[in-house]
């Protein structure tokens, strides 16, 4: 059986922005479980991206980190780069989980900019 598992999200730092009432202010559990549950919308996708993975290879195994901030005024997820100290899988998969994190946005903004981090782990289960 092949399995992907979602690791973890991370929101490393959220500064203090202007006051709006168009945007929310999460404290940081809410905001780490509001950009988990965003980042899961796009779980088929990188899945389908494993998939033809293991098409090529059917071993295909590692681990992909991305680093990424959630502008503040848009909830946009911008400046989406891969770890690559950490990201130990193939580079087509890399790319690929790039391409499915495009257009992005977390609704409803938050006041604050977030900062994160979100790793991927992609194994061949026996």
Same mark, same amino acid.
């Given at each position: 059986?092949?399995?992907?598992?979602?690791?973890?999200?991370? =929101?490393?730092?959220?500064?203090?922005?202007?006051?709006?009432?168009?945007?929310?202010?999460?404290?940081?559990?809410? @905001?780490?479980?509001?950009?988990?549950?965003?980042?899961?919308?796009?779980?088929?996708?990188?899945?389908?991206? @494993?998939?033809?993975?293991?098409?090529? &290879?059917?071993?295909?195994?590692?681990?992909?980190?991305?680093?990424?901030?959630?502008?503040?005024?848009?909830?946009? =997820?911008?400046?989406? $780069?891969? &770890?690559?100290?950490?990201?130990?899988?193939?580079?087509?998969?890399? $790319?690929? =989980?790039?391409?499915?994190?495009?257009?992005?946005?977390? &609704?409803?903004? &938050? $006041?604050?900019?977030?900062?994160?981090?979100?790793?991927?782990?992609?194994?061949?289960?026996?």
């Amino acid at each position: 059986m092949k399995s992907l598992s979602l690791i973890t999200v991370i =929101v490393v730092a959220a500064g203090a922005m202007g006051c709006s009432t168009q945007f929310v202010m999460r404290d940081t559990d809410t @905001y780490r479980q509001d950009t988990r549950t965003l980042l899961s919308t796009k779980n088929g996708e990188i899945k389908a991206c @494993y998939d033809a993975q293991l098409k090529a &290879d059917p071993k295909t195994s590692g681990s992909i980190v991305v680093n990424f901030k959630l502008e503040a005024e848009t909830g946009k =997820v911008l400046n989406v $780069q891969l &770890d690559e100290t950490k990201s130990m899988a193939p580079e087509a998969l890399k $790319q690929c =989980v790039l391409k499915a994190m495009d257009s992005l946005v977390l &609704d409803p903004p &938050d $006041q604050n900019e977030g900062v994160a981090s979100f790793s991927w782990e992609f194994r061949v289960n026996s």
